[in-house]
Antibody
Framework: QVQLVQSGAEVKKPGASVKVSCKAS????????ISWVRQAPGQGLEWMGW????????NYAQKLQGRVTMTTDTSTSTAYMELRSLRSDDTAVYYC??????????????WGQGTLVTVSS | SSELTQDPAVSVALGQTVRITCQGD??????ASWYQQKPGQAPVLVIY???NRPSGIPDRFSGSSSGNTASLTITGAQAEDEADYYC????????????FGGGTKLTVL
């Protein structure tokens, strides 16, 4: 079955970086893109960005430009999201999701299980 | 960038019909997708495209769209439908971005 499995929880100090992995299985990795979505405690979903697993093209949310980098390793069917210069308001559960895009719509399915990143001094 | 607006909370009596709405300029160009999220769990896709349900999603879930508003309808709501629901679409600004609504907490009475 199609599945995304993410790396484990992280605790980081302000100013540090974190890199979360998302390993895909059950489908041809390079046929889809991966989006990253985060959710701060008690808050809604926030789209962070997208990477094409086919050619590595990326689109990032404007508020994260310059602090986030998304990459893929097609040899292991794994996507990565690195966030730098961490602040306390980056504390959130980070999700990866396979994204389908057609002319007039997009959708995320399936989602990874989520990775809690806690930023605290 | 575009925004999507949802009512923060909606309630429905068990077995009745409820509509959850999502408004935004991008919905004039793109269909919304809808996600159900229960506490402590990852979101789950329930509707995508014009009105498509992934395998395993009950047929009491349906979607529609008119103008700048997308709607998720649950016909005959069940106790297990109590959850947060989020809409999402592509941004219509031409920047290849995506946007989520703020989410609607559905309570089944």
């Amino acid at each position: 079955q199609v599945q995304l499995v993410q790396s484990g929880a992280e605790v980081k100090k302000p100013g540090a970086s974190v890199k979360v992995s998302c390993k895909a299985s059950g489908y041809t990795f390079t046929s889809y893109g991966i989006s990253w979505v985060r959710q701060a405690p008690g808050q809604g979903l926030e789209w962070m960005g997208w990477i094409s697993a086919y050619n590595g093209n990326t689109n990032y949310a404007q508020k994260l430009q310059g602090r986030v980098t998304m990459t893929t390793d097609t040899s292991t069917s794994t996507a990565y999201m690195e966030l730098r210069s961490l602040r306390s308001d980056d504390t959130a559960v980070y999700y990866c999701a396979r994204e389908n895009i057609v002319a007039t719509s997009n959708w995320f399915d399936p989602w990874g299980q989520g990775t809690l990143v806690t930023v605290s001094s | 960038s575009s925004e999507l607006t949802q009512d923060p909370a909606v309630s429905v009596a068990l077995g009745q019909t409820v509509r959850i709405t999502c408004q935004g300029d991008s919905l004039r160009s793109y269909y919304a997708s809808w996600y159900q999220q229960k506490p402590g769990q990852a979101p789950v896709l329930v509707i995508y495209g014009k009105n498509n349900r992934p395998s395993g999603i009950p047929d009491r879930f349906s979607g529609s769209s008119s103008g700048n508003t997308a709607s998720l309808t649950i016909t005959g709501a069940q106790a297990e439908d109590e959850a947060d629901y989020y809409c999402n679409s592509r941004d219509s600004s031409g920047n290849h971005l995506r946007v989520f609504g703020g989410g609607t907490k559905l309570t089944v009475l």
